[in-house]
């Protein structure tokens, strides 16, 4: 093949561009907007402030106890997600005769936009008309219905179930294709050497999985940790600020508090956290 | 007994996994299709006393809802389009070409995809403010261009290192330009997976909440935010919001199921080469 150094760059160039002038720039204005005293009524005065956000941030009890919602969040909910994926994949990968529908079906919840996720389980989680407390009470799980979007102690549970009815898909299919690219030979190997089904698990499908596992895992997380949709829609961070993650008082610090120098910075902290897991990452696959 | 172990065993957990997969899927359906009075008073019966249409005609009629439709599906293919011209170029300058800094800035793109909204959502609102673009159908494609493009030129690189390059060099041999080879060599072979990228984006796009939310809203409200506007202060229309809610993920699951088997090969194969 011909190698030019410019041939490149010519492709590359209307990408690079578009990503500098949309990602890149935005996101150095946002550091360059956290150095500075920033408020939405007053945009064209913006003293330079240096680091002081950033102290403030250090020392803003509210920053702490979000990130700490932040860790529940990502944590139980990606944990979730990964073990209904992890068993729904493995149950697809066996034979039975109507296993394309199931394939097929079981990726619905990925495809719907989170606004209407977050209607549905609204709807759902009623305290009138909501199915689940109705089924709840009528199978005697529930003594009485209860408000679980309303009450702190139970809304995050209740924003947590729906983004893992969201995620879960997304592991089972990723799984999925994961455990079809484990070559038989190697399950058929391990029954020679006399390893049962736990065994040849365990040796066998862990192993093959762990790369595909532990990328899904990543990617995962980080569309956790950022996002904002389905707790805007269901909660709003609240009742009071029970189920308000990093990321959603980094908004409403910007948006609805009008400090933008402010909510840049708590931005950039979370940025700066998610980016050292990635480098994280990126240095152990190296190896 | 074998048929009974593999019901057990299989077959039934399967159809648990589904229950919880489909069920509130098909319970907003239900919504949507029940008369007023079933959504007025509690216990509400599991199957509607008559099935009615009532919501989605109100839906079309009276509300602007069909318009929302129009913005979103503009904005969508806008973003599509955008990011799948810049993508393709750019996937085959790293599949096919080796200089320096191909793996820094394969690696940008992936990284770049994994900014948080909030990092991007108020600079860029800022900056459209500036140019007095708020609220048009070139600050939404702008704004789904954040993540259309990275991850289309994520999944495209991909595709195309699948592509065996003898027949670049077949192509080469026989005197073709690198246009040519582009247009009639590479183009046909990675359709396939394109039209499958292609798919996907939309689906992100049509699905987005945040940055319709903030870059526009007023001339150009998307369906996922006319939507969340339907929850009034006291009172929820749920007949309306579940019927809106029913067409809008309509394209979105049929789409879904058109792309899923090229985008999840995609998604690994590009996630394990990443």
Aim: aromatic share 12%; charged share 10%.
């Amino acid at each position: 093949m011909r190698r030019t150094a410019f041939t490149p760059w010519l492709f590359l160039a209307p990408a690079l561009v578009a990503t500098i002038l949309l990602v890149l720039g935005p996101v150095m204005e946002t550091l360059w907007l956290s150095l500075h005293n920033v408020v939405l009524f007053r945009p064209r005065v913006r003293p330079f402030i240096g680091l002081e956000n950033y102290i403030s941030v250090l020392h803003d009890e509210a920053f702490w106890s979000s990130l700490g919602r932040s860790f529940v969040w990502v944590g139980v909910a990606v944990g979730c997600q990964f073990a209904l994926g992890l068993t729904a994949a493995l149950l697809l990968n066996r034979r039975f005769w109507w296993r394309p529908v199931a394939r097929a079906l079981v990726i619905v919840p990925w495809a719907l936009p989170s606004v209407i996720i977050g209607l549905i389980w609204t709807w759902m989680l009623d305290f009138n008309l909501g199915i689940i407390n109705q089924l709840g009470v009528q199978f005697g799980l529930l003594d009485a219905s209860i408000p679980w979007l309303a009450q702190p102690s139970t809304a995050m549970a209740a924003v947590i179930l729906a983004i893992t009815w969201q995620g879960f898909p997304f592991f089972c299919v990723t799984l999925l294709a994961g455990l079809q690219s484990i070559p038989a030979e190697q399950y058929e190997a391990a029954a020679i050497d006399g390893a049962g089904k736990v065994r040849s698990f365990w040796y066998v499908t862990l192993p093959g999985l762990m790369p595909v596992m532990a990328t899904a895992l990543l990617l995962r997380m980080i569309w956790v940790a950022n996002s904002l949709d389905l707790l805007l829609v269901m909660t709003g961070g609240g009742p009071g600020t029970s189920t308000q993650t990093l990321p959603l008082y980094a908004f409403l610090t910007a948006w609805s508090g009008a400090n933008y120098g402010y909510g840049s910075s708590l931005a950039v902290m979370l940025t700066l956290m998610l980016l050292s897991v990635v480098i994280l990452y990126a240095v152990r696959s190296r190896k | 007994m074998k048929r009974l172990r593999l019901f057990l065993g299989t077959e039934l957990p399967v159809l648990c996994i589904l229950a919880f997969g489909l069920g509130p899927w098909v319970w907003m359906m239900l919504t949507s299709l029940r008369p007023d009075q079933d959504l007025s008073h509690s216990p509400i019966t599991l199957i509607p006393s008559v099935f009615t249409l009532v919501h989605y005609i109100e839906l079309l009629q009276r509300t602007n809802f069909i318009y929302n439709l129009r913005d979103s599906l503009v904005v969508a293919v806008g973003a599509v389009t955008l990011g799948m011209l810049l993508s393709l170029p750019a996937a085959y300058a790293f599949s096919r070409f080796r200089f320096p800094g191909r793996s820094f800035l394969r690696i940008q793109f992936l990284v770049v995809n994994m900014f948080p909204v909030v990092l991007l959502v108020l600079p860029i609102f800022m900056l459209l403010r500036e140019l007095g673009l708020l609220d048009t159908y070139v600050a939404l494609i702008a704004g789904h261009a954040t993540f259309t493009l990275p991850f289309a030129i994520w999944l495209m690189t991909g595709y195309m290192d699948g592509l065996p390059v003898e027949l670049d060099e077949s192509a080469m041999i026989d005197g073709a330009t690198r246009m040519q080879l582009l247009r009639l060599v590479i183009l046909p072979l990675a359709a396939p997976g394109a039209v499958a990228v292609a798919l996907y984006l939309f689906i992100a796009s049509w699905n987005e909440y945040l940055f319709a939310l903030m870059l526009a809203g007023r001339n150009v409200r998307t369906v996922t935010v006319a939507l969340q506007m339907f929850i009034g202060e006291n009172t929820i229309n749920w007949g309306l919001l579940t019927a809106g809610g029913t067409l809008v993920a309509l394209p979105a699951v049929l789409l879904f199921l058109l792309a899923q088997k090229r985008l999840v090969g995609g998604l690994t194969g590009g996630a394990v080469k990443g």
